[in-house]
């Protein structure tokens, strides 16, 4: 009980920090005893339960399909931000979202190419797909709201999953694509939050 103890304290910063925003400077015991409350480490938690993001156990097919995706997913609901956002700041988001995601997508494309791999079409998640819908959907104000919350969630998914990618990735090419696009997608987020 005694070491229990000692793991929820030692593991409170961490939590005070990942709530802030702050870089998340724990060490890997920390972690596990965060895990163990039940809380993710380095990854987004999907409806179910279930981690989606957790790219250290992401090998690289997974990581080119979940990546290819977020960013399909971003240049598609970017497209819509240009069309439907009343203001005139989330439309040019959604600008910068489609030719930072399309840059994204052709430097993914350029690492798979030189570890000998490829990437096929992107294939949307049904979250994706389903939020594309309810972006569709909405008008006014209520686009602009779906639209940052939405935008707050994916890049979040996939910072995290950029950086747990960049850390132990199983391929070399994709670990420098994933930590060379880390600090753009950092940007889309802080971006899209002080807005």
Not at 84 to 113: C, I, W, Y
């Amino acid at each position: 009980m005694k070491s229990q103890t000692l793991m929820f304290a030692v593991s409170l910063p961490a939590l005070a920090l990942a709530a802030c925003g702050e870089p998340e400077t724990t060490t890997t015991t920390e972690n596990l005893a965060v895990t163990d409350m039940g809380v993710a480490n380095d990854g987004a938690m999907m409806d179910d339960g279930a981690m989606m993001g957790d790219a250290a156990a992401m090998n690289a097919d997974q990581f080119i399909t979940n990546i290819s995706a977020s960013d399909a997913y971003e240049i598609a609901a970017g497209q819509l931000a240009q069309e439907k956002a009343t203001s005139q700041p989330l439309r040019d988001f959604g600008a910068k979202m489609v030719e930072d995601h399309r840059a994204s997508t052709n430097n993914l494309m350029q690492a798979a190419s030189e570890a000998g791999m490829t990437v096929g079409e992107p294939q949307m998640t049904a979250e994706q797909q389903a939020n594309l819908e309810a972006l569709r959907s909405a008008t006014g104000s209520e686009f602009d709201s779906a639209y940052e919350s939405q935008q707050v969630a994916a890049h979040e998914q996939a910072l995290s999953m950029l950086r747990s990618y960049a850390d132990g990735g199983d391929v070399p090419a994709l670990r420098t694509f994933a930590s060379n696009t880390a600090p753009v997608v950092e940007g889309h987020l802080n971006m899209i939050r002080d807005m």
